[in-house]
T-cell receptor, first 117, second 113 residues
């Protein structure tokens, strides 16, 4: 029973197309994220949603638009895809920690490898 | 500007020996650190964490050491096993209840039988 599942696992598409990646978590976490792992293998945060509200929006082109219909889902829509968007995109979720109950980090999905040709 | 650095892209260790993975950070405000392990075609999985109020945290074969003055942490795996072969990411946050973790680029560990 997958905790954080993202689909599709692989996505090959042409430049200029619009595509979506879906993410769902069944852990009851209240926060979800999108991370991008670039060609240098850095994991960089793109967006974070807490209870369906956007709380982190790093410097990401506005061609990328996250959508959170409910706490368990955070989808990523990308318009007008460019070659430089090729990367592995990871969805993650976490429970918001507190001083009494530290945040033990994220649970990641297995990634979506996006290739733009 | 990398706030979290893992200067060794790869490390090879003989089975049964100790693996030491290093991580350095530049932001002295970081207060909470985690290590993640990642196998190919899978997402990273949480391994061990440490808060800045401690200098050591141990969980089975895994121990993380934190040197705040040097802004350095390390992950020790003893004894190393072939199944430990993976990419290890160090991550840092401004607080233990923070939710914006900054990741290092990872170190690929190969444990040779």
């Amino acid at each position: 029973d997958t905790a954080v599942s993202q689909t599709p696992k692989y996505l090959v598409t042409q430049m200029g197309n619009d595509k979506s990646i879906k993410c769902e978590q069944n852990l009851g976490h209240d926060t979800m994220y999108w991370y991008k792992q670039d060609s240098k293998k850095f994991l960089k945060i793109m967006f974070s949603y807490n209870n369906k509200e956007l709380i982190i929006n790093e410097t990401v082109p506005n061609r990328f638009s996250p959508k959170s219909p409910d706490k368990a889902h955070l989808n990523l829509h990308i318009n007008s895809l460019e070659l430089g968007d090729s990367a592995v995109y990871f969805c993650a979720s976490s429970r918001r920690g507190s001083t009494q109950s530290p945040n033990y980090g994220y649970t990641f999905g297995s990634g979506t490898r996006l290739t733009v040709v | 500007d990398q706030q979290v650095k893992q200067n060794s892209p790869s490390l090879s260790v003989q089975e049964g020996r100790i693996s030491i993975l290093n991580c350095d950070y530049t932001n002295s405000m970081f207060d909470y650190f985690l290590w993640y392990k990642k196998y190919p075609a899978e997402g990273p999985t949480f391994l061990i964490s440490i808060s800045s109020i401690k200098d050591k945290n141990e969980d089975g074969r895994f121990t993380v050491f934190l040197n705040k003055s040097a802004k350095h942490l390390s992950l020790h795996i003893v004894p190393s096993q072939p199944g430990d072969s993976a990419v290890y990411f160090c991550a840092a946050s401004l607080s233990s209840y923070g939710q914006n973790f900054v990741f290092g680029p990872g170190t690929r560990l190969s444990v040779l039988p």
